[in-house]
């Protein structure tokens, strides 16, 4: 049986809260951090006297309040371990879980549009039925001493079941301490959205774009098509997350010359945003490919504007597909075709894969979920195949 450790604590001595509450609160929020099924053991009296250097009256109060709690149990050779239902308790009639915004929401929504309400809808209905809360939490600033954020995580994290991560705070590549405490922060489980980190105990629930790009090959083969273009955002801010959407372009890239269509170097085209279309960065639509993908919808829309507004016929001069599936506007000609991303579903398996792994651990077959993309047919992608 494993002993908890408190080799990583400090107590701190010069605090107005008394030093049994310090150390019950590291204790709860390590027996929160481990495995579902119990196994683990309290360290001696003894030896967290000797570890701290304090009264045993101190810690004999802390033992005695987490026995009469029924977190612990005493074994007959007198030492404590942790009961195997001390995380379900921890948990409480009432969960929550905190949903970590990256900017003021307001800015947020604003920005990615429908999209961010398809997370977040995906997020509170499963909530919902699950019967958990949500909260949503505002970072301290990026550069906040160590107290500070030591501070936010025991008064807002240690209450969580889970954190869901909806993004990076900002693109200026600016370190955010404030966001990498909470990464490194192994008291909850978190998952980010769409994208996923290097450190082994945060998961993630992205999109595979390798199935809606087979789907765009096959399609492109029964279209009889021969070349391709492709619009898509410059680069990523991937220091902290590597985003799922960086793997679009690749994905679409191998799957469409796999199926024996020839990339035009002439469109391969950049953008610095998948939010706004700049046609700068257009080339001259003398020579046009057959089809052009662009990294997202908004793209896509923005391309097909620039090409119909120069008399470029769209589909039947060239079909254009975009990526993401949710870019509604009233105007039909706005709607393009796509490869659908599960923006809701993502945000419902968010919530489940916090609550699994809160139970029962996360390990290698949990850590990743994927889910499928599919080609969704739209008036910018041709129906009948080119002569």
Known sequence: MKTVSFAHYILDHNSDKPLHLQLKEELLRQLRALPAN????????????????INRATVHKVYAELLESGLVKRNPNKSLSVVSGAKKQLQGAFPIIGLLVPCR???????????????????????E???????????????????????????????????????????????????????????????????????PHIGSVCSDPAYGAEELAAEAVRLNFR????VYKKSYNDQIFKYAASKRRPAIRKALTDAGLILDEKWYVTQESDDVFDAADIPDIDHLPDLI????????????????Q???????????????????????????????????QIGER??????????????????????????VHGPTLRTEPLK
């Not at 929401?105 to 909530?127: C, H, L, N, T, W």
């Not at 589909?315 to 009233?330: A, Q, R």
Request: hydrophobic share 35%.
């Open 38 to 53: 119990g196994g683990y053991r309290l360290p001696s009296e003894r030896s967290v006297v000797n570890l701290f250097q």
């Open 105 to 127: 929401f307001s800015d947020y929504v604003e920005s990615r549009g429908q999209r961010s309400f398809q997370y977040i809808k995906g997020i509170i209905d499963r909530a």
């Open 129 to 199: 039925s699950r019967k958990v809360s949500i909260l949503t939490l505002l970072l301290p600033p990026s550069d906040s001493s160590k107290e500070v954020l030591h501070s936010f995580i025991n008064e807002r994290c240690a209450m969580l079941s889970g954190l869901i991560h909806l993004g990076v705070r900002s693109d200026n590549g600016n370190v955010d301490r404030s966001l990498e405490s909470i990464l490194n922060y192994q008291g909850i489980p978190q998952v980010f959205i769409s994208g996923n980190t290097d450190l």
């Open 227 to 230: 070349s391709f273009g492709m």
């Open 293 to 308: 993908w662009c990294s997202s919808d908004t793209l896509a829309s923005g391309l097909v504007r620039h090409l119909r």
């Open 310 to 344: 120069n008399g470029v016929r769209v589909p039947e001069d060239v079909s254009v597909v975009g990526f993401n599936g949710f870019f509604l506007k009233d105007s039909p000609e706005e709607t393009v075709a796509t490869i659908g991303h599960p923006f809701y």
């Open 350 to 375: 968010a919530v489940d894969l916090l609550l699994e792994y809160f139970e029962h651990g996360i390990n290698s077959e949990n850590r990743q979920i994927l889910l499928k993309t599919v080609l």
